[in-house]
């Protein structure tokens, strides 16, 4: 069983930094993309950030410059570093991974709990 283990979120005030970290187990074997997706309370879930296994990467426009994706791919974990925060990126933010737990087997998408962040301002 695939499970996605996210920590790093929290309160900071405005302007701070988190870095949110989620890892992947239970048997994956192979992760096309690892990412970060968020929903605030009344919103839609959007995309925040994704990195693929050619390592390029794709960010949501409002955290451009300010978040930053990578990924430890022999830990099968992915890292997103949030430096100054607004109060508008306080949302939940789930770990997103689209892989397969076999060599032949179909890709699927797998989603963490989620961890939250709130940024005071």
């Known amino acids: 069983q695939v499970q996605l283990v996210e920590s790093g979120g929290g309160l900071v005030q405005a302007g701070g930094s988190l870095r949110l970290s989620c890892a992947a187990s239970g048997g994956i074997f192979k992760i096309n993309v690892m990412g970060w997706y968020r929903q605030a309370p009344g919103k839609q879930r959007e995309l925040v950030a994704t990195i693929s296994s050619d390592s390029s990467t794709n960010y949501a426009d409002s955290v451009k410059g300010r978040f930053t994706i990578s990924r430890d791919s022999a830990k099968n974990t992915a890292y997103l570093q949030q430096n100054s925060l607004k109060a508008e990126d306080t949302a939940v933010y789930y770990c997103?991974?689209?892989?397969?737990?076999?060599?032949?087997?179909?890709?699927?998408?797998?989603w963490g709990q989620g961890t939250q962040v709130t940024v005071s301002s």
């Open positions: 997103y991974v689209y892989g397969s737990p076999t060599p032949r087997g179909t890709l699927r998408d797998y």
